[in-house]
């Protein structure tokens, strides 16, 4: 048991003898538990060099080489879920030596990536998926003759989604050859494994007990209900000894529970299930973070880490210096902190989030007013449509949610908020480019598919001040609303313990100039501000991207030769086609440039490098409005005249 995290690279001769799943299964299994001690150990160097998921690939070491010594991987299709536990399978699958790039500026992604690796088999960062990818793989593969296997690893976390239950409900119907492990690391599910049910595990995963059971079947099926009350019976016996009735009701051969840290039991159940055919669940217990003291006792606060960085000397404090020492909040604690203060104030204020209490900053909140907090798991349409209930009955149901997880309940949001008008507020965290986490965890989209929606408003704040006067501001409005503010660290600036309703709709100018007007929304504006300043461009914070502050659009129009609309979202759809649409609706007609993200996926890195690659950090926005300018100047666009 591991208490600290290497500071050089450990040695590890049989790991770094591995290059392929195919060297692996060279390996005489005896020395299985010598690769996961030295795996352990390697990804614990690497992950406090590079920072990254931590907790869950510890937990999966064992049954990560399990799986692939006892498959034919990449033949045999491996699909696992989230993907917050696959650093283990990467370094096995080649990409050892690449594991000081993961979550990086174009080096390893932190999730599986097809484009990546063959031995990826399905790209994931969200929930739930693993089930129904692998039995679409399954059946895929069917109707091109193959004999492969198909493997779907989910957590207990996960499972709790409605898509995953409904890739089982059909997974049963097609009676087609899939085993589902359900990694279960939190103990929500499953009591301690005990010793009996440890015995009935080896007895149904035997191949005795299976061929009994078949040839039991071919024989009772011929009497009226023998077969059903014979199966009946061998469910309620499991259901003593085993939580797997509901998965044996669904039309699963389950096995379980079993220890998901002992090697060669895992090597000896995946062996047997291989034989057994049609629809089978192996339920696994790990813990979480295992080999590494702290993530074992902290499994939630070692979830992931930031790389090891070196102590800075500590000055001392003194009177000149002791007023500056508050740390910048984060968004989302500002988020958290306006929540509690507004529950303070209204007692019909009901927080929901789908497991993002602690990313979301709702642990206050959840300690001071648990009648009032509901985390409903890993179930987004469920988040939505429990909001909309709520609000049929005069509450004030505020929903703590990703921009990237929202898209998972956009019919929710449409059809059981929107066209009802329920008073529904979102604060929509991680909105923009999330860094590290990559395209999958990206908050691109929502202005886009929000800003189509009847009867929403959205806010686009631009500091954490204007966070939580917008979040005050959205809340007062009797309608569905939504607050968009990005991951991370505000800009510094002094938080105002009152809180102001701002008008809804309208903007102001933050910076006076002429010719050109910058037209932001959200956090880019200090990077506008810093822009404008050698072009001497007026710049305005918008604050809202629905509705417009059409008034400000036309005299900003009217008064500068050339409009650009700035935003950390998608151009298409965005807020800066709300302006075209705006000024094209009432025939206004002048130079307008969209600043925003490319129609592309971004790929992980740094915040601060991904924006300057594409052009949105203050030199890239300065240089794309002189390209702009340079572009009209050559056409003979005069920027002394505003009607071009």
Known sequence: MLSEIPLVRPSTPLLDSINSPADLRVLDEQQLPQVAEELREYLLYCIGQTGGHFGAGLGVVELTLALHYSYNTPDDRLVWDVGHQTYPHKVLTGRRDQMLSIRQYQGLSGFPKRAESEYDTFGVGHSSTSISAALGMALGDKLAGKTNKHIAVIGDGAMTAGMAFEALNHAAHTGEDLLVILNDNNMSISPNVGGLATYFSKIWASEFYNGLRENSKRVLTKIPHAWEAARRTEEHVKGLVSPGTLFEEMGFNYVGLIDGHDLPTLVSYLNKLQKIKGPKLLHIITQKGK???????????????????????????????????????????????????????????????????????????????????????????????????????????????????????????????????????????????????????????????????????IATPSDENECRQLLFSAYQFEGPAAIRYPRGKGTGVKIEEKMTALPIGKGHTARAGKDVAIIS????????????????????????????????????????????????????????????????????????????????????GKREKILASIGLDAKGIEASIKQRLSLLDKNNHRLANNSI
């Open 291 to 457: 080999g590494f003291a702290p993530a074992e006792a902290d499994p939630v606060g070692y979830h992931a880490l930031n790389k090891l960085e070196p102590k800075p000397p500590v000055a001392p404090v003194n009177s000149a210096n002791a007023k500056n020492t508050k740390a910048t909040p984060k968004y989302q604690d500002v988020f958290g902190q306006w929540l509690c203060d507004m529950a303070s104030q209204d007692e019909r204020l009901v927080g929901i989030t789908p497991a993002m209490c602690e990313g979301s900053g709702m642990v206050d909140f959840a300690t001071q007013y648990p009648e009032r907090y509901h985390d409903v798991a890993i179930a987004e349409q469920h988040a939505v449509t429990l909001a909309a209930g709520i609000a049929c009955e005069k509450q004030k149901p505020v929903v703590a949610i990703y921009s990237t997880f929202l898209q998972r309940a956009y019919d929710q949001l449409v059809h059981d908020i929107a066209l009802q008008n329920l008073d529904v507020t979102f604060g929509i965290d991680r909105a923009g480019i999330v860094g590290e986490d990559g395209p999958t965890h990206a908050g691109s989209f929502d202005i886009s598919f929000l800003r189509c929606i009847p009867n929403m408003i």
């Open 521 to 604: 929304f959200g956090t880019l504006l200090p990077a506008a501000i810093a822009a404008a300043k050698s072009l001497d461009a007026t710049v305005c914070d918008m604050r809202w991207a629905k509705p417009l502050d059409h008034e400000l659009i036309e005299q900003l129009a009217h008064s500068h030769q050339l409009i650009v609309t700035l935003e950390e979202s998608s151009i298409a759809g965005g807020a800066g086609s709300g302006v075209n649409e705006y000024l094209s609706e009432q025939g206004i007609v002048l130079p307008i440039m969209n600043l925003g993200l490319p129609d592309r996926y971004i790929d992980h």
